[in-house]
Structure formats: C-alpha cells, structure tokens
C-alpha cells in the first residue's frame, strides 16, 4: 500500500522557518515528480512547489518564490519543504503528493498524497 506522510508542521511567528518533510513508503517514487500544495480554510487547495525525479526540474508558486525551498533525496524516498520568511498568508495544511508528469502543478495528475501538517504562522 502505498502511503505518504508528512511532517515538520507547528505554529511559528511571522519571519520564522520550519522545514516539512514527506517520506514515501509501499513503492518507489524515484521516476516521479514530488510536489507540495496547501490548503487555507475556506479555500481550494493550491500548488506550492514541485521537484523532477532526477532534481533537475524544480517549479515554485510565484507566492513563494525566493522562500521556499523543495529537495528530495531518492534514496530515501523523501522530498522536503524548506519554508523562510514564513508570512500569516502561509498558513495552511500542506499536502505533499507523487505524479507520474514532469513537474506538473495541477493537482487532480497527483495519484498519491499525504495526509497533511498544519502550518500556522502568527503574526
């Protein structure tokens, strides 16, 4: 079965950093793009970044851009989120999700995702 789990969420001020991390279990996922998106409440859920199987490909949502920072090391079939200068509009459950497209940023060609981590940023 394959299963996604994310970690690294919590509360941080406005400015602070927190680093998520998603690792992969029940299959490999080194031929497939890893991606982040997010969800606020009471909104859709939204594209955050996206890493290529081979890290040669990385795509970020311009709200982010400058920010925030995807790697991924296949050997351990994780991919991470590096988030600085975290803003209050940064708040939400971040979903990491697998697709078999290159570096695609819509969500329904994501087969597989996490179940989420509540990032809240205070202000």
């Known amino acids: 079965q394959v299963q996604l789990v994310e970690s690294g969420g919590g509360l941080v001020q406005a400015g602070g950093s927190l680093r998520l991390s998603c690792a992969g279990s029940g299959r490999t996922f080194v031929s497939y793009t890893m991606g982040w998106f997010r969800q606020a409440p009471g909104k859709e859920r939204e594209f955050v970044s996206a890493?290529?199987?081979?890290?040669?490909?990385?795509i970020y949502a311009d709200s982010v851009k400058g920010r925030f920072t995807i790697s991924r090391d296949n050997a351990k079939n994780t991919v991470d989120l590096q988030m600085n200068s975290l803003k209050p509009d940064d708040t939400a459950v971040y979903y990491c999700?697998?697709?078999?497209?290159?570096?695609?940023?819509?969500?329904?060609?994501?087969?597989?995702w996490g179940q989420g981590t509540q990032v809240t940023v205070s202000s």
């Open positions: 890493i290529s199987w081979n890290r040669g490909a990385t």
């Open positions: 999700a697998t697709t078999p497209y290159l570096s695609t940023m819509n969500p329904a060609q994501y087969h597989y």
